[in-house]
């Protein structure tokens, strides 16, 4: 059996995402239109059949997916919560639609409903479901109500000789340009790397939630990072060069596009379907001869590819002399880090996420903002390097730079990384109608290596 970990608890800082969700399932439940009747007969049929009009319907179904109960807050500012859980599941035409359960009928159906087996499903409100928390290709999903009876199935057919469970709609990394910020894709990708655990602060919860970052890649060989939260995070055993596959990932945009799980996402290691092969195939054919091109700055300011990674062999000249770098960051979630501001009477606050000195037992953090000159042969390049990259690079804290002078500072940068050469991974992206580049890594020079890079590049040129 392929291990998934499914998100069975909380994502703190995509909690008002889903709070949100779970408004838009609240209100489209009272606006369904059409007339129903609990007294109708219940007619057998399969998913595709159903529609918003119909609730006397029976289907037969295999789960494929479950979630965990999500606490809610009913109405802003108030104290009043509710409850649900999720659960995505597919017929014997492999049709799939996703049913939710709210309050008591969340109660009534979450220890029968498990994963693998099958049941017969009668009545329910039929609903549009909102795309931007699914990837299922389903346009509808249904809400249970006091009506609905679940039973479960003693059959193995039709799904037993079904091994596929969950059915994927896989975007590639070259497209994900291509859908908003906060769309929830499916993805598939090579680990490339794993972060140790972390604890950060849940600003919904008040307490400490487990973050995991691993890094990714597909056939374009760039890279993206992914965030997985909570029993997620402590429950994933992926390790480098295994496939991952993760179904209902949320993009993110801060200092580049990054994937972020949610309470909606599954994530499937080494799963058994085709795309899987294929890419595992792909990886063992060519992982031995895998060298990341070296690009010249010319290269990268004239490539009209947008959030794809370039590794650069560049010499660091530069930086701001009249700006410090160090900022206070708001310490509201791992999401944020927003640059706090001021108001009027003089207290700190975030613009983003609501975050206000006064009213928080949390103090706020030190980022780092650094702006750096690089030069090779070809030209120069202003990129923008952020706290985890400089911190590595200087040996210093955000925190120990912080409590620096300017002067101080700028003898720091001139003493240790002025005029060294360095490989940087650079990002480039669009901001305010201007190119942008981010730094995503900054390594120093492997001879043997950069030798094998610099003469696939001199060979291409």
């Avoid at 595992?280 to 959030?307: A, D």
């Amino acid at each position: 059996m392929n291990p998934i970990v499914s998100s069975m608890d909380n994502s703190d800082d995509d909690y008002d995402d889903y709070n949100h969700e779970c408004y838009c399932n609240i209100w489209n439940f009272f606006l369904i239109p059409g007339h129903y009747d609990d007294d109708e007969p219940v007619v057998a049929t399969m998913i595709k059949n159903l529609y918003p009009r119909r609730s006397n319907f029976s289907i037969d179904v295999k789960v494929v997916t479950k979630s965990s109960i999500h606490h809610f807050i009913k109405k802003e500012n108030s104290a009043e919560t509710g409850k649900l859980f999720r659960f995505d599941v597919y017929d014997k035409e492999y049709s799939e639609i996703r049913i939710v359960s709210f309050n008591e009928e969340c109660d009534r159906f979450f220890d029968l409903i498990k994963v693998d087996e099958c049941f017969r499903i009668s009545r329910g409100h039929v609903k549009p479901s909102n795309k931007q928390y699914s990837t299922l290709s389903n346009p509808y999903e249904i809400v249970t109500t006091n009506s609905t009876v679940i039973e479960p199935l003693k059959i193995t057919e039709p799904f037993g000789e079904y091994k596929r469970k969950i059915i994927y709609n896989f975007i590639r990394f070259s497209s994900l340009h291509h859908h908003g910020i906060d769309s929830a894709i499916d993805f598939i990708g090579i680990i490339d790397s794993v972060d140790p655990i972390r604890n950060v602060y849940g600003r919904y919860s008040g307490r400490n939630v487990s973050l995991l970052k691993i890094s990714i890649f597909d056939y374009s060989l760039s890279h993206i990072d992914v965030a997985l939260w909570d029993k997620m995070a402590d429950d994933f055993h992926g390790e480098k060069g295994q496939i991952v596959a993760l179904k209902n990932v949320r993009i993110k945009q801060f200092n580049g596009l990054s994937l972020s799980c949610s309470p909606l996402t599954t994530v499937t290691i080494d799963p058994d379907i085709p795309e899987a092969m294929n890419l595992r195939n792909w990886y063992h054919n060519h992982n031995r001869t895998i060298i990341q091109e070296l690009f010249y700055i010319k290269q990268i300011k004239q490539t009209s590819s947008l959030y794809k990674n370039f590794d650069c062999l560049a010499t660091i000249i530069s930086t701001s002399a009249t700006k410090h770098p160090a900022y206070r960051v708001c310490p509201s979630g791992e999401h944020c880090k927003r640059k706090l501001s001021t108001t009027n009477e003089g207290e700190l606050f975030c613009g983003y996420c609501g975050w206000l000195e006064s009213s928080s037992l949390i103090h706020y953090k030190w980022g780092l903002r650094v702006t750096i000159l690089i030069n090779d042969l070809t030209g120069s390049l202003w990129i923008t390097v952020f706290a985890d990259v400089i911190e590595k690079l200087l040996g210093k804290t955000a925190e120990e730079i912080s409590q620096m002078s300017l002067e101080h500072w700028l003898n720091l940068f001139h003493s240790t990384i002025w005029m060294h050469q360095y490989i940087f991974t650079i990002q480039k992206s669009i901001y305010q109608s201007r190119d942008n580049y981010t730094v995503i890594s900054i390594n120093r020079n492997n001879t043997k290596r950069l030798i094998d890079r610099l003469q696939k590049l001199e060979s291409s040129t």
